[in-house]
Structures are given as structure tokens and as C-alpha cells.
């Protein structure tokens, strides 16, 4: 399992439940990424996307408590979530939200995708800062472009303290 998202220079990722930054190349390299996988996310991030409808081309999975929509697979806890990721190759499951999501997934992601972006968003939720996380090690890092008016940086960091969830 990865996880996938950008972040502003105080690892901030959103506010009022939607994006911080408008990046054409990011939101590219999420579809490109992504595409033909099994997405995870909580119900605010399914709610920020327009309609509220799941991802195209993208098996949706929602840990909610409540149940969600018929176009998506609803889990409850993460015993259920870990089930029904046995269903589905573990390098092609992508944690894509929100903040709580990533806190408790993180640590079972071999390999998290940052799309790094030089400025301050104004954030109101957060991502642990890898840079500062002893298990996280960055193994690859783009070279500086321009996506939209900012500085961003593909990264890719690798989770040397690997917790399991195959049942």
C-alpha cells in the first residue's frame, strides 16, 4: 500500500476540506498514478470531490462509520479495511485522504508520494512531516519545476518500519 498527496512547506494538506493549491501537473500525476487502482479515503475526502462522486476508473474504498454510497466499498473500522484489501494487489492500493486517514495508514504504506509544494497554504489539517520521521527515508526527489505559479518537487519516501496488515 502507498499513499499520495501534496503538501505545502508546513506539510499542511487542505482547508475547508478541498485542495490548497491549484497544480495541473500534480492533479496529472495523481490521475496517471492512480488510474486503474484501488483508491482509500475517509468520507470528507469522498464529500470534497465534485458531486461527492467516487474517482473514475478507480475502485473507492470509504472507511466510515456510516454507510456510504452504492459506487463506492464502505469499511467501518480497519479490521474490515485490511479484509478487503486482500482482495486487491498491496502496490496498487493508494491512501488518497484525508488527514486522519494518513495518520493511522501511513505507517502501513511501503512507499508515500509527496508532491512537494515551496509555499505556505494556509493549511487547517495536517500530514506527519516525513522529513522528521526516523522511519521515513526520501529515496528520490524531482528536480524543482514551476506547476501553476509554484515550486513544486516530486518525492518519494520509502517506510523503512514497515507495520503489516495482511491477515
Request: hydrophobic fraction near 35%; proline fraction near 4%; include cysteine.
Amino acid at each position: 500500500m502507498k499513499a499520495i498527496f501534496h503538501t505545502d512547506k508546513k506539510w499542511g494538506i487542505g482547508k475547508q476540506n478541498d485542495l490548497m493549491f491549484s497544480l495541473p501537473q500534480d492533479m496529472k500525476f495523481f490521475r496517471e498514478t492512480t488510474k486503474g487502482k484501488t483508491v482509500v479515503m475517509g468520507l470528507n475526502t469522498l464529500k470534497s470531490f465534485p458531486n461527492g462522486k467516487p474517482l473514475k476508473n478507480r475502485t473507492n474504498i470509504v472507511l466510515s462509520p456510516e454507510d456510504v454510497c452504492e459506487d463506492v466499498i464502505t469499511v467501518h473500522n480497519l479490521d474490515e479495511l485490511f479484509t478487503e484489501l486482500q482482495k486487491y494487489e498491496e502496490d496498487e492500493v493508494f491512501v488518497i485522504g484525508g488527514a486522519s486517514v494518513y495518520k493511522t495508514l501511513i505507517p502501513y504504506c511501503t512507499e508515500v508520494l509527496v508532491t512537494k509544494v515551496d509555499a505556505d497554504g494556509g493549511a487547517e489539517v495536517f500530514v506527519p512531516n516525513l522529513d522528521e520521521d526516523k522511519n521515513f527515508v526520501l529515496v528520490s526527489e524531482s528536480e524543482p519545476q514551476e506547476d501553476n505559479g509554484y515550486v513544486i518537487r516530486f518525492c518519494t519516501y520509502q517506510n523503512n518500519s514497515l507495520k503489516h496488515w495482511n491477515i
